[in-house]
DNA sequence: CGCCGTTATATTTGACTACATATAACGGCC
DNA sequence: GGCCGTTATATGTAGTCAAATATAACGGCG
């Protein structure tokens, strides 16, 4: 079973249809700086410029009242990036909201594959 | 009341990310070309060019195995634009999607909106 | 006080997208 | 066969966005 059945992975945006709004894009990014402690392996492992990732966490820091990643350079760790409480509270809702919405359309979600050229 | 609790519309897309995926952009559209049998009607009621419009619908048709619009020119009825059986059938579910996903994300939603700046 | 890998910023270049503009084609009806 | 509003297509242009490039700043530590 290669294709275990296609699945759309449901893409939730908010708070709406903009570029500096919070998505899958941005989830993913967090999940890899949580699991690697810097912003620039995690964009090497996603396959996205430094700049891009940067980019990226300076808008998700703007978006919400406090800050979803701390940042700090040099010294004796040479540096890195963490997720603070509020970053850990938002990816782990997100991630919640994207399962949810997986189950609840998995029904229309086929039917609408079969459709599909 | 004016504003009775931000809601997030969730904004679901497939088969994938890019641009010729179906989208809310494109289930809004399908709405008003079932509603006014155009598609110029449409695009201007959306607020975006004839041009943009048709090319939404192209790349509808091209994404399914059977179109979901129909178009006719010239003639007494000065041509038009018509939803075929599957677009109906497109559009429900589609809708329906949304509505579970509304649903089932409520908590998180509000909880999230908390956050926002 | 220099080493190091990271964060942080500025600038330029090229690609892509959106938009306006223009024009053709259609075809029942009078 | 001309009228009409729509579908359908082509083209040029401006504006926007992504990537590449380059460089500065940081600061514990040996």
Redesign the interface.
Known sequence: MPHPA?E?Q??????D?GPDAFG?GKAELLRHIAATGSIRTAATELGMSYQRAWQLVQAMN?????PLVTTSRGGGTRGGAQLTP?GE??LL??T??QA??Q???RT??R???R???
């Open positions: 296609p759309l449901p893409r939730l945006r908010f708070p249809a899958p703007r978006l919400f009242r406090a509020t509270n938002v809702r997100y919640r909201m949810a919405c189950r609840a359309t229309d979600q039917a609408l594959f459709l599909l050229k």
